[in-house]
């Protein structure tokens, strides 16, 4: 039976319910418009840990435009249908005001990782990532937590600053899941237009023709970096945000040759919204 926990101080209660009863327990965080993506990560949770929880908050200090903060999708009724038919213990839903109460004193900077690629062109994202990640950790206390690699970044920020402040949390990064015709499953795809989406499986199909030319022995980050762009920018009513090649554990981007297991990363508008992808180049098994 899914609960439904609206306050920091209910969710402790149940925390230390399940504490007193020694159960693992796993974690997944979302901002809601639930799909199979997010799925694949609750089902992860629960073939690992004796109760589950998700949480649904659409965190104000990660959006970098107003805009997207305002049409971000929302479908609570059916996230929760999802839920409970996937059979998560608990339900964390809580207010903006239950997550930031007044001023922010403390905050947690990272350097490194979030410098590039996303947080290059998005100022403030990151920090308002590791700002509620930080404080859903603390609040759920989980063992396991999950994230998907359609965040390659974020999942990377996770797991350094997971490290960096010793939380005893293990985090497992997840596969990418996808529509049939490639495109990565995304809470924006519902705002996509009609033409739109009919063209955004162009973004994967541009990528896998990056990672064959690379395959075929094509290395100069240039040459495939330029190649990419001149196919991307060829998508109907789409524009590239960013293009990056790099590292794929620290994601200092490649100046010269491209290594297999690089990150390939991209971020593209389609219309207003922005939608964003990575692959593994060389490594990983294609159709
Ligand atoms: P979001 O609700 O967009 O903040 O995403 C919550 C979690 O679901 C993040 O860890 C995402 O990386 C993950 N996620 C989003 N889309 C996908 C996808 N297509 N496949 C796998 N995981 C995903």
Known sequence: MLSVIRTVSEFREQREGWAKEGVTVGFVPTMGALHEGHASLVRASLG????????????????????????????????????EGLGVDCLLHPGVDEMYSGEIATSILQEGLTSHLCGASRPGHFDGVLAVVARLF?????????????????????R????????????????????????????????????????????????LACD??????????????GE?????????GGRVEYVEICDPDT?????????????????????????????????EERP
């Open 212 to 225: 064959r030319s690379f395959r075929d022995g094509l290395i100069d980050v240039e040459v495939l970096k």
């Open 138 to 158: 603390n609040v759920v206390q989980p063992h396991f937590s999950y994230f998907g690699q359609k965040d390659y970044q974020q999942s990377a920020i996770i």
């Open 48 to 83: 690992e840990s004796d109760r589950s929880v998700v949480s649904i908050f659409v965190n104000p200090l990660q959006f970098d435009r107003r805009e997207d903060l305002e049409t971000y999708p929302e479908s609570l009724e059916a996230d929760m249908e999802l839920l």
């Open 251 to 283: 994601l200092v981007p490649r100046e010269s040759g491209v290594l297999p297991g690089d990150l390939l990363a991209v971020a593209v508008f389609m219309g207003e919204v922005r939608l964003i992808d990575n692959l593994l180049l060389g490594l």
């Open 160 to 207: 350094r600053m997971v490290e960096d402040l010793n939380y005893p949390i293990t985090v497992r990064v997840m596969p990418i899941i996808r529509e049939e015709d490639g495109l990565a499953l995304s809470s924006r795809n519902r705002l996509l237009s009609g033409s739109h989406r009919a063209s955004a499986p162009g973004i994967r199909s541009a990528m």
């Open 228 to 236: 990419l762009i001149r196919i991307l920018s060829g998508i109907p």
